[in-house]
Nanobody, 125 residues
């Protein structure tokens, strides 16, 4: 059973930084591509970024240049470094695993096989 657990969310002021972590257990982490999504109240789940199994990254337009994803295959962990955060970055952030690890541009939720429970990020103005 594959489990994903996010951590690192919290309250941060606009312009600040936050780092989210997602720990994966029970699966073949190094073969997965890992994605990040977020969902604000009343809105659809939004693609944030993706890192494939060979480390190629891809980001949504709203976070490009501010957010960076990385992975540590030795620790079965993927990170999302969030810099220069804005109030519109507020939401529940989810990590997700895609068993199809090579494509660099999967951005739809239904392209991902496993999901974490989410961690809340709140950015104050």
């Amino acid at each position: 059973q594959v489990q994903l657990v996010e951590s690192g969310g919290g309250l941060v002021q606009a312009g600040g930084s936050l780092r989210l972590s997602c720990a994966v257990s029970g699966g073949a982490f190094s073969s997965y591509a890992m994605g990040w999504f977020r969902q604000a109240p009343g809105k659809e789940r939004e693609f944030v970024g993706r890192i494939n199994r060979i480390g190629t990254t891809y980001y949504g337009d709203s976070v490009k240049g501010r957010f960076t994803s990385s992975r540590d295959n030795g620790k079965n962990t993927v990170l999302l470094q969030m810099n220069d955060v804005k109030p519109e970055d507020t939401g529940v952030y989810y990590c997700a695993a895609d068993r199809d690890g090579f494509p660099w541009n999967h951005r739809e939720p239904n392209e991902y096989d496993y999901w974490g429970q989410g961690t809340q990020v709140t950015v104050s103005s």
